[in-house]
Each structure stands twice: as C-alpha cells, then as structure tokens.
C-alpha cells in the first residue's frame, strides 16, 4: 500500500521560506513523475509543480521563480523550496504520482501572515 507523508508545513510571514518533503512509501518514486498539490482555503485542490523521473520540472505561473521541486529517488522523497512567500500561497500542501493518483497523504500546512 502506498503511503504519503508531508510535512514542514508552518506559520510563516510574507517573504518567507519554507521547505516541504514528502516521503513515500509503498512504491519506488525512481519511474514516477511526482507532483506537489495545493488546496487553498475554500477551493479545490491543485497541481502546483511536477518533476519527471529525468528531473525536468513545471510549474503553474502563480508560483513560477518562487517554487523549486526536487526528487531524491535514493530516499524516495520530493522536496519543494518555497520562496517570497505569499499570503496567497496559504493552503494545505500534499504530494503525489501525477499519472496515478494514490491514495493521499494527511498533507502539510502553510500559512502565511502579511
């Protein structure tokens, strides 16, 4: 069974920084395109950034220069920096496959103050 853990959520003020992980479980990360989700306050959830398993990235344009997703297959963790952060990037964050979406973690906070 696959599991998902996040975490390094927290309470952090505009500008900030914050690094999240995602550990999985259950299945080799090394083939997966994986991708960090965000669901703010009120709307539904969101695919933010995405990494193949060669390591090339994407992102949505609301976060693009202030988000950096990484892998480290050898750990089966993925990593997002966030940057500048902002009181619109506040949400629940989780981490997930892209192709084949798993059953979810219990995902990580971010909150941001301004």
């Known amino acids: 069974q696959v599991q998902l853990v996040e975490s390094g959520g927290g309470l952090v003020q505009a500008g900030g920084s914050l690094r999240l992980s995602c550990v999985v479980s259950?299945?080799?990360?090394?083939?997966?395109?994986m991708g960090w989700y965000r669901q703010a306050p009120g709307k539904q959830r969101e695919l933010v950034a995405t990494i193949t398993s060669g390591g090339s990235t994407n992102y949505v344009d609301a976060v693009k220069g202030r988000f950096a997703i990484s892998r480290d297959n050898a750990k089966n963790t993925v990593y997002l920096q966030i940057n500048s952060l902002k009181p619109e990037d506040t949400g629940v964050y989780y981490c997930n496959l892209v192709s084949v979406i798993v059953p979810w973690g219990q995902g990580t906070q971010v909150t941001v103050s301004s």
């Open positions: 259950g299945t080799g990360i090394g083939f997966n395109r």
